[in-house]
């Protein structure tokens, strides 16, 4: 693994304010690199989960099919944080969602057993799992609240807040279906706002 590389994760670790030099060191030792091309899944539904990933670079995006055979993307990733099919990877149960590559993305790979070494060796490393399984529980149910709470403008004046990488790295046919609606909405209410 490069200097840079380790650089990433090391700063991501960082701030969490848990793991000591040598524990963030061992975790870096145990990483694997993968490369994924445009388009291409990282997980497929009805699979088993059985690792996690750090992003270096790049995005995905993470969607499930509706009863209807509908394609619905309810999540993205970017560089600089940890990716998987969350749900799967817990219960041991087979996927329901796909993670699919919307550039080339650069990750590198832990596997569950590893991550069960790694909480052997510390507690803080049970602490960091907990902390990274309540973030993500917290944006899941921030997420819902807003899908059911507030209309599409609010949702998409949202994401221009706090998300604006958004809006200039995901293509809009994804964009619209992440905030529950069309195309040909999404297209009105950015002329709207811009307005």
């Not at 701030?15 to 040598?22: E, H, K, M, P, Q």
């Given at each position: 693994?490069?200097?840079?590389?380790?650089?990433?994760?090391?700063?991501?670790?960082?701030?969490?304010?848990?793991?000591?030099?040598?524990e963030q060191d061992a975790l870096v030792r145990l990483l694997k690199p993968k490369t994924?091309?445009?388009g291409e899944l990282y997980i497929r539904e009805g699979e088993d989960c059985r690792e996690?990933?750090?992003?270096?670079?790049?995005?995905?995006?993470?969607?499930?099919?509706?009863?209807?055979?509908?394609?619905?993307?309810?999540?993205?990733?970017?560089?600089?944080?940890?990716?998987?099919?969350?749900?799967?990877?817990?219960?041991?149960?087979?996927?329901?969602?796909?993670?699919?590559?919307?550039?080339?993305?650069e990750l590198l790979i832990l596997s569950r057993e590893q991550i069960g070494l790694l909480?052997?060796?510390?507690?803080?490393?049970?602490?960091?799992?907990?902390?990274?399984?309540?973030?993500?529980?917290?944006?899941?149910?921030?997420?819902?609240?807003?899908?059911?709470?507030?209309?599409?403008?609010?949702?998409?004046?949202?994401?221009?807040?706090?998300?604006?990488?958004?809006?200039?790295?995901?293509?809009?046919?994804?964009?619209?279906?992440?905030?529950?609606?069309?195309?040909?909405?999404?297209?009105?209410?950015?002329?709207?706002?811009?307005?």
């Open positions: 693994m490069s200097f840079s590389q380790t650089t990433a994760v090391k700063d991501y670790l960082h701030t969490f304010g848990l793991l000591s030099d040598r994924l091309k445009k996690v990933a750090f992003v270096l670079s790049g995005v995905l995006r993470s969607f499930y099919y509706s009863s209807d055979s509908e394609d619905v993307t309810y999540c993205f990733r970017f560089k600089n944080s940890f990716v998987t099919a969350y749900s799967a990877f817990i219960s041991g149960e087979k996927s329901t969602e796909n993670i699919q590559a919307l550039t080339q993305v909480e052997q060796t510390s507690i803080n490393w049970l602490k960091f799992f907990k902390q990274m399984a309540e973030q993500e529980y917290i944006y899941m149910e921030r997420r819902v609240f807003l899908l059911q709470r507030e209309s599409a403008e609010k949702r998409y004046e949202d994401l221009l807040r706090n998300q604006p990488e958004y809006l200039q790295l995901v293509p809009l046919r994804y964009l619209a279906s992440y905030l529950g609606i069309t195309q040909r909405h999404l297209s009105r209410i950015r002329k709207s706002i811009s307005i």
